[in-house]
């Protein structure tokens, strides 16, 4: 059933795009709010987004703003595809007209200082908004041209997450739902991290051993912390855990795993960054996760490496000579006491 109001997605890069596109094909008339007045012009013209999703059709249903005022008084609805980094300034200036709201994040990160995840962020500057968190292997533009994909719907508001689920699921996109908003959350920020070391090792000709050594130590890792944080050690073991870690470790569509593939042939991070051209939360990420893992006495001996060789000048040799020589330790540790 189609939703009365027009839903809004804010962010005008793959992601909320390709995220508008599917609210389209399921029958629902989107704003779709981005900053860039030039590059509305082109969605609204050429019916494609030539800057994140080049190729991709984009549906009638999809009408391209740069009101962010309008949009948000228009929708009830509203997906956020901001990158973590620039949302809390580009949403304070309106949080009047988020009060009440139904807001699900898309996006996949940390603020830095704080710690915040982003649901927590627009939890601060609209307190009594609804909110919920969609994640999962979601690489936009497999999205974009209708790969059978799924996706959870986290939230302690069952109201919203059914609401979210009409609306997104269809014939090519389903989503789960689950009541652990910060679990969910926390795996999508964490996997990015992972997957620029994937990059990286992608790089050095990895086989398919290293790729699973690394994806299956990476969730480990990840889950320590987790649980540390108090979060539930099991949401890693879905679609958000070890779902978006495999999908973003596998995958050159993946920016964060371009990035690092980008370092491991040589170039510094600021090239990499550059090279890219888009967002990868994942090296943010890294900062903030490494200061938070030392601060609470957390073993992260992969996360400790990538930000030796980004930040401190360790060369990859070193790390993975210092990683495979490590102290021998037992499989699956993070679900017992002892590897917490
Ligand atoms: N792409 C993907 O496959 C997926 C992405 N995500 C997450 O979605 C979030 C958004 O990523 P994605 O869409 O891929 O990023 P992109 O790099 O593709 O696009 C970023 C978008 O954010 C806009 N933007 C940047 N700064 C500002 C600002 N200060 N105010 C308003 N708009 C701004 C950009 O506008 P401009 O062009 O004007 O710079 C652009 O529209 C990230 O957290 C990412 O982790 C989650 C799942 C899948
Ligand atoms: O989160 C994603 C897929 O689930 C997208 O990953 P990247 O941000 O690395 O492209």
Known sequence: MSEKQPIAVLGGGSFGTASANLLAQNGHSVLLWMRDSAQAKAIANERENPRYLKGIKIYPAVTPTTDLSATLTACELIFVALPS?????????????????????????IEQGSFKLVSEI????????????????????????????????????????????????????????SSDRFGVELS??????????AGMAAALGMGENTRSLLITRALAEMTRFAVRLGANPM???????????????????????????????????????????????GVNTLVALKAKAESLNIYMPLVAGLYAILFEGRTLEQVIEALMCGEAKTDVDFISAKGF
Do not use: W
């Not at 973003?248 to 964060?256: A, D, I, L, V, Y």
């Not at 795993?257 to 888009?278: D, H, K, W």
């Open 122 to 177: 627009l939890a601060d500057i609209a307190p009594d908004a609804r909110i919920g968190v969609l994640s999962g292997p979601n690489l936009a533009r497999e999205i974009a041209e209708q790969a059978l994909t799924a996706s959870v719907i986290a939230s302690q508001d069952e109201t919203l997450c059914r609401r979210v689920q009409a609306v997104l699921h269809g014939r090519t996109f389903r989503v789960y739902a």
């Open 85 to 109: 980094g620039v949302l809390r300034s580009a949403l304070q200036p309106v949080a009047g007209l988020l009060s009440g709201k139904c807001l699900v994040s898309l996006a996949k990160g």
């Open 188 to 197: 999508g920020a964490l996997k990015n991290v992972y997957a620029i070391i």
């Open 235 to 281: 949401t890693f073991l879905g679609l958000a855990g070890v779902g978006d870690l495999i999908a973003t470790c596998s995958s050159e569509k993946s920016r964060n795993y371009r990035v690092g593939f980008f370092l491991g042939t040589g170039l510094s991070l600021q090239q990499a960054i550059e090279r890219l051209g888009e967002t990868a939360e």
